[in-house]
């Protein structure tokens, strides 16, 4: 069956056409880094990850492209509180999302852009809408003139221009010319510490226009795939539509939209701004990383997943059934070449394989594909029973690898030494002391910081210093 997913744009499942053949352009909205990442972060990453695997698989050149938001609000009220700059506070948190999504096995992205290092192209975005009549210039600020295309408000979010109206009549904002009217460049606020300068004065770029100037800079005036939370159709994807089509003058900006259901607790988004939200880095001390992608997959993209510790231990007795599986045929290629099964182990992997990938192909069914990964293992623990050949364990060893490659679920740890022993750690702490060597103490207590939360406790004594697991 040809690869098929649901399409938010069109609300409903559609066989996937790129619009350049077996290429694919894929845009995903990445965090504001003003903090650690959450699960809720952890979910739709993982899923994006699992769909990019999944398209290169079936022989498709994906060009992923993840940003990074480094100007925010958010991020300028945390650089307030640490005493930093913006531009510190984002860096600090764009190496803390690598350490956590590195240990997660996610891809990295094929383009990681700033929007502090996309000013140029953001600026000449909003020229160009001011120029058509799309925008307009308000006391210091531009936002995007909503009357200029009020056919197509609603488009992604599959809501009326009406309706949408009167939920924007809430909050009157005088500079506007309609209340739904959102803004492109803000006006500098008197002691803000980071701004640009523009053609309306000093300021810097509103949320959405910082992700369609990104998007079109590196894949192109059209996109195939567009991905994000749920939370982000309205009203953040449904403005990069109306403002990048107003832009380019072309229909669809994206012609596929996906996006990920939320991570719940208690019945409720998991947030920062609703205060009940699980660091990644603290779930990662109890659970392996192979469990937190095995428990993200276990639920299907679009549905609500409830997070849960006794959750995370059901996802952790499914994923140690596979491995345990993987651990018995590894054991047993380490031993004396056995007499065939007779039983036809080459149609089972194959037929296998074709009922995982099929699952995959209908809107990248983790889920089931998972279940015909549990039914292959009931399989071959049958069969391991008795004798199997080293061809025979080779050939389940490769359906497991599959496995592995799609879903980026590892069957065992990374290769390496012990932690505490690797020649990786001792480099980190001869950089830690060479630094301390200088007087740079911030550096050191944040290698220290960085240390303690991957579980590795360092103490300066005087007899030297100390490592041990935390």
């Not at 350049?20 to 845009?27: E, G, H, S």
Request: aromatic share 12%.
């Amino acid at each position: 069956m040809p690869l098929r997913f649901y399409n938010t744009l069109t609300s409903s499942v559609e066989d996937f056409q790129p619009i350049q053949d077996m290429v694919v352009r894929m845009y995903v909205c990445g965090p504001t880094v003003y903090d650690y990442c959450h699960m809720g972060h952890a979910r739709s990453y993982i899923v994006f990850d699992v769909i990019r695997r999944f398209l290169k698989y079936r022989g498709y050149n994906v060009i992923y492209v993840q940003n990074f938001t480094d100007v925010d609000d958010k991020i300028l009220r945390r650089a307030a509180e640490m005493n930093l700059t913006p531009l510190e506070i984002s860096r600090r948190y764009i190496a803390a999302y690598f350490e956590d999504f590195d240990r997660l096995n996610v891809m990295r992205a094929d383009y990681y852009p700033r929007v502090s290092e996309n000013m140029d192209s953001i600026l000449d975005m909003i020229k160009r809408l001011v120029e058509k009549g799309y925008a307009y210039e308000s006391d210091g600020s531009v936002y995007f003139s909503i009357d200029r295309m009020t056919e197509d408000v609603g488009a992604l979010s599959h809501q009326s221009y009406e309706a949408l109206r009167v939920g924007a009549r809430v909050e009157v904002d005088e500079r506007k010319r309609n209340p739904m009217d959102f803004v492109l460049w803000k006006a500098s606020k008197p002691g803000e510490c980071i701004y640009w300068d523009s053609p309306w004065g000093k300021g810097r770029p509103g949320w959405h226009i910082e992700c369609s100037a990104m998007s079109i800079k590196l894949l192109g005036e059209q996109i195939d795939i567009h991905g994000g939370g749920m939370d982000l159709v309205f009203p953040h994807h449904e403005s990069e539509v109306l403002q990048s089509e107003a832009f380019t003058g072309k229909k669809p900006f994206a012609k596929y939209w996906i996006h990920n259901g939320f991570l719940l607790i208690n019945k409720e988004k998991m947030s920062k701004s609703l205060g009940n939200f699980f660091l990644i880095r603290d779930v990662l001390k109890q659970y392996p990383p192979e469990v937190v992608r095995f428990f993200v997959l276990n639920t299907n993209y679009q549905s609500p997943l409830d997070y849960s510790d006794a959750a995370l231990e059901e996802a952790k007795k499914g994923y140690a059934r596979l491995q345990n599986a993987v651990a018995e045929i590894q054991s047993r290629l380490g031993q004396p070449d056995g007499d065939p099964s007779g039983q036809d182990v080459a149609r089972i992997a194959e037929e296998s394989r074709a009922k995982f990938d099929a699952a995959m192909d209908d809107n990248f069914s983790t889920r089931e594909a998972l279940a015909e990964a549990f039914d292959f293992t009931r399989e071959i623990n049958r069969l391991m029973s008795g004798s199997l050949s080293h061809d025979e364990l080779n050939q389940i060893m490769a359906l497991y690898a599959h496995f592995s490659d799609i879903l980026g679920i590892r069957w065992t740890a990374p290769a390496g030494e012990d932690v505490l022993s690797s020649e990786l750690l001792k480099l980190i702490v001869d950089i830690r002391q060479a630094v301390r060597k200088k007087k740079d103490f911030e550096t050191s207590d944040l290698i220290r910081s960085r240390l303690k939360d991957l579980g590795i406790t360092i103490e300066d004594t005087k007899e030297g210093i100390k490592i041990k697991k935390s």
